[in-house]
């Protein structure tokens, strides 16, 4: 026979039946907790880079690329067509100013001054026989008019001899006609010959002139051939280092080849290249921040820039505002930043491979061990720093490493 079941066993079963249903609802949150936990992406926090905001300067920069080169640097040239010699000095010598580098054979360069004093002896052979010349001739000219003029002065008579004959009746007036005809006619030939002495005057002083000229022209290519000629032996009109020489023995130079560069090594100065996409945003005057390594920035000017563009670049030169540094050398590489935009007391954070060069992107901004994903707006930037617009507060610390891989996850976890 059934027996009603009691009160007591009736609230036990139903309470052991609700202390089941919450375990195994504990367990499934537990174990969804757990699932989420092994599944959220974490990082390492020795693995990460991380820079807090802060604020300060940011300049914005155009990057280019330098080579450190001498403030002053002489390129020496033949001043003569030759061959090399003897080369005096070797690459690296410290050089005085009137000190031998270059010996170029003079042979060809003697022959040639020698060809130029014998034209010139011959010019003046040539105007010292002009002169005999011309002087005979005005010589000729002046006795013919000396001839004319007393030929003139006989007329002269003659005519007053027949006009007191026609006075005293013993002459005739065609006598007389005769005789004034014969003196207009001596009287032209005289006024001829004095023309014909005064433009051989003058023609002999432009012949004489005309010789001068070329006598002078002479004399100043001797005088630019003694001083190529002296100049054969190859040296520099100031103090330096040979940079380069041209030390190929025997090798055939033209008038106007390079042949040694000579530089000042206790200044220098920095060309640079950069894309043509940004030489609209290049001037003279813009300041530049050149790096040669990890502290070792030095501050300078655009000097100038070329005109022209080469292969997709243009260049342009800095001058140093310590241009004498300890670690400045010829032909250095270094990073140059031209500075076009400076912003003074904004939000910065140190630039790094989370940057993307955009405007806005997202960042993972770190708070007690999680990195929680954050979209930030970014203004101007330089390889130091990045200008925070808004999304970040002064004193936040964010991750700056490359976190492109967890770029849709809202936050992560960071483990010691």
Request: positive net charge; hydrophobic residues 55%; charged residues 20%.
């Given at each position: 026979m059934d027996r009603a079941i009691s009160t007591t066993t009736q609230q036990r079963r139903r309470l052991r039946t609700w202390l089941l249903g919450?375990?195994?609802?504990?367990?499934?949150?537990?174990?969804?907790?757990?699932?989420?936990?092994?599944?959220q992406p974490s990082l390492r926090r020795p693995d990460l880079l991380t820079a807090r905001v802060e604020t300060g300067d940011v300049d914005a920069t155009l990057t280019a690329s330098g080579t450190v080169i001498p403030a002053r640097e002489a390129v020496i040239v033949s001043p003569i067509q030759s061959t090399i010699r003897r080369v005096a000095l070797a690459v690296g010598a410290r050089v005085q100013p009137g000190q031998t580098i270059v010996e170029l054979d003079k042979e060809l360069a003697a022959s040639t001054l020698a060809k130029l004093d014998d034209e010139q002896l011959r010019n003046q052979n040539k105007n010292a026989q002009l002169r005999l010349t011309l002087a005979r001739s005005l010589t000729?000219?002046?006795?013919?008019?000396?001839?004319?003029?007393?030929k003139v002065s006989s007329l002269q008579s003659a005519l007053r001899d027949e006009q007191h004959l026609l006075e005293i009746g013993g002459g005739t007036a065609e006598a007389v006609r005769q005789a004034e005809?014969?003196?207009?006619?001596?009287?032209?030939?005289?006024?001829?010959?004095?023309?014909?002495l005064g433009n051989q005057r003058q023609a002999s002083q432009a012949d004489r002139r005309e010789l001068g000229y070329t006598v002078s022209m002479q004399q100043r290519s001797i005088a630019e051939q003694s001083r190529k000629l002296r100049q054969a032996d190859i040296s520099s009109q100031q103090p330096g280092v040979l940079t380069w020489v041209n030390d190929n023995l025997g090798a055939t130079v033209q008038?106007?080849?390079?042949?040694?560069?000579?530089?000042?090594?206790s200044r220098y100065r920095v060309r640079a290249t950069l894309s043509d996409t940004y030489a609209d945003q290049l001037h003279p005057g813009d300041a530049v921040l050149v790096r040669l390594g990890p502290g070792n920035d030095l501050r300078g000017t655009v000097a100038s820039i070329s005109p022209a563009v080469d292969k997709g670049v243009v260049t342009f030169y800095a001058t140093l505002a310590n241009d004498h540094h300890p670690t400045l050398r010829a032909n250095l590489r270094a990073d140059v930043a031209v500075i076009t935009r400076a912003h003074r007391g904004v939000l910065r954070v140190k630039n790094g491979p989370f940057y993307q060069g955009g405007q806005e992107q997202p960042v993972f901004v770190?708070?007690?061990?999680?990195a929680v994903r954050r979209v930030v707006r970014f203004g101007d930037s330089n390889p130091d720093y990045v200008q925070v617009l808004s999304g970040l507060a002064a004193g936040e610390e964010l991750i700056i490493s490359d976190t492109k891989a967890y770029a849709d996850a809202p936050e992560l976890v960071v483990k010691p």
């Open positions: 919450l375990g195994v609802l504990a367990a499934l949150l537990v174990a969804g907790l757990g699932l989420r936990t092994v599944l000729d000219l002046q006795a013919q008019q000396q001839a004319q003029d007393l005809l014969n003196l207009r006619t001596a009287r032209l030939e005289a006024a001829r010959l004095r023309q014909q008038a106007g080849d390079a042949l040694a560069r000579v530089a000042d090594l770190l708070a007690d061990g999680r």
